[in-house]
């Protein structure tokens, strides 16, 4: 004799006394503030029942992680596109060619540092000419001219064309250009 899996689940229910159309599916407990994994479900929990208490440590632990999820989430986001602004700049220099230095992700300086950091993250997981040539004005906007020339001299062993790029800008266009920014600052 052959069952259906459903009709075996069927006779199972009937043998336990509940028949098929009585199942009654059995209702997750309500979503609280102290069983919340996730910024998300910690809100939903205080939208259906506001006034909740929060844990201290628990709330640390949440807020903590769905940070470095969206800081880890805005790093790769502008290195992307500021990358992109890049490329740009490479293909079509004459229309957008000061992309490396006047994209505004280069505006002010925690805006510098957090792109920095952004370059030096994504060189770290996957390393690239195109990300050491992108990497050397933000690096001279945040004063590092020591990872500057180091990725200069980089790029002069891996790729010929960026190298002659970086080469012929760095001294007669980004320097004095960031220079003027610096002092124009105050």
């Given at each position: ?10 006779l199972l229910l009937i ?172």
């Amino acid at each position: 004799m052959k069952f259906s899996l459903p009709g075996l689940a069927g006779l199972l229910l009937i043998a336990s006394g509940c028949a098929p159309h009585e199942v009654v599916k059995k209702e997750a407990p309500p979503l609280t503030v102290e069983r919340a994994a996730t910024i998300d479900d910690m809100l939903a929990a205080v939208k259906t029942a506001p006034g909740q208490p929060l844990e201290a440590r628990h709330w640390t632990e949440v807020r903590t992680a769905a940070d470095a999820k969206a800081q880890s989430a805005y790093h790769a986001g502008i290195a992307a596109l500021y990358l992109q602004q890049v490329k740009k700049s490479l293909i079509d220099h004459k229309n957008h060619g000061g992309w490396p230095i006047r994209s505004f992700l280069l505006t002010g300086k925690y805006a510098r540092e957090q792109l920095a950091e952004a370059l030096r993250v994504e060189l770290a997981a996957h390393p690239s000419p195109l990300i050491k040539y992108a990497l050397i004005c933000p690096a001279l906007y945040t004063n590092n001219d020591e990872l500057a020339r180091r990725l200069l001299d980089e790029l002069k062993a891996e790729d010929a064309f960026l190298y002659e790029r970086a080469s012929q800008l760095i001294d007669t266009v980004w320097i004095p250009y960031i220079q003027k920014q610096a002092d124009d600052a105050g």
